[in-house]
Structures are given as C-alpha cells and as structure tokens.
C-alpha cells in the first residue's frame, strides 16, 4: 500500500488559549513550561494530521521567548508540517500573544518539534511525503533538511562530517 502525499496546509493547525491565574507565574506572566505543553499539544495535532497516525515528540527545537505573554492574554499558535523525512516529520509553530482589550498582538515564540509516527505497538512507520507548495514552505522544506542534521549531531546520532548540507552554508567547496 502506498502513503499518498500531502500538503503543508493538510496539517495546518490553530490552537487557542486564555491564560488564566493558574498558568502564570508571580509576575503574572504565562510560564514558560505551560507554553511549551501547550505548543507540543498542538504540534502533535498537526503531526497526526499528516501522518493520520500515533506521533511521539522526538526533539524540541531551542525555543526563545521573544516577548512576555501576560495574565489574560489570548496565545495562538499556528502549527503545520514543514517536511516529512522517513519515519519523522518536522513542524513548525509560531506562537502569537494578543490582549483583546488593547487590540495588540505580538508574536511571541517559533519553534520547530520533530514527531516520529508509531504504530499501536510503538514500532516507528513510514510517513506520507510532504510536498510544499508556496515559495514560504519551499524554503521551510530546504531548510529543515539543515535542521535535521544539526538536531543528529547535537544528539550524538550523526558526525558532522557527514552533514553536507548543513557544511555547505559554512564552505562553499561542499556544496
């Protein structure tokens, strides 16, 4: 049987939050674990939307926080498939901070998860192709074969030798 492809808009996904008094610390800003929970919720949402399968995080990407999200604010976050590898797909969220009464919004975060899709046992499954469409997710999907391989060597699971693509940003000679 064959994985028929898909689009990075398949696994488009909005997740919105409130934050409330429970998710903030005591400057009554949103903690930085909750956020993180929240972006791998809807990570994984966008990851079994292309896969159409169980998905496990594999690795979390650095993420920054560019600017405090306070008590009240609404989070949004934007999740979809930048580029599916064998086993694996890699997403990328944006994660946005809006105070309604204000009308400000602010993009607070982006981050990239990688998911490994599994079968009912846990034993790791092939996953559909990713074909990228806008001139936005062409770039993401060539970039993220640069991620992956800086994602191998930071987790000990490839030599940096061997990451050509990711060499040839540094030496032109390698590309």
């Known amino acids: 049987m064959s994985i028929k492809a898909k689009n990075p808009k398949n696994s488009f996904t909005i997740m919105n939050e409130l934050v409330l008094p429970n998710d ?53 976050i934007e999740a979809k498939v930048t580029r599916a590898f064998h086993t694996s797909v890699e997403v990328r969220l944006d994660v946005w901070a809006e105070n309604i009464p204000s009308g400000s919004r602010v993009k607070s975060n982006e981050a990239y998860y990688t998911f490994v899709a599994v079968d009912q046992s846990g034993r790791t499954i092939p996953v559909p192709e990713l074909l990228p469409e806008t001139e936005d997710e062409i770039e993401l999907f060539a970039g993220a ?14 030599d940096a030798n061997d990451a050509i693509e990711l060499k040839a940003l540094f030496f032109k000679d390698q590309a």
């Open 24 to 76: 903030t610390n005591t400057l009554n800003n949103l903690m930085g674990g909750r956020l993180l929970h929240w972006m791998d919720i809807a990570a994984a949402i966008s990851a079994q939307k292309h896969c159409n399968r169980i998905v496990v995080t594999a690795s979390v990407d650095n993420v920054s926080f560019q600017q405090p999200i306070k008590l009240g604010d609404v989070i949004t």
């Open 145 to 158: 074969l640069r991620r992956r391989q800086l994602r191998l060597i930071l987790a000990g699971k490839m």
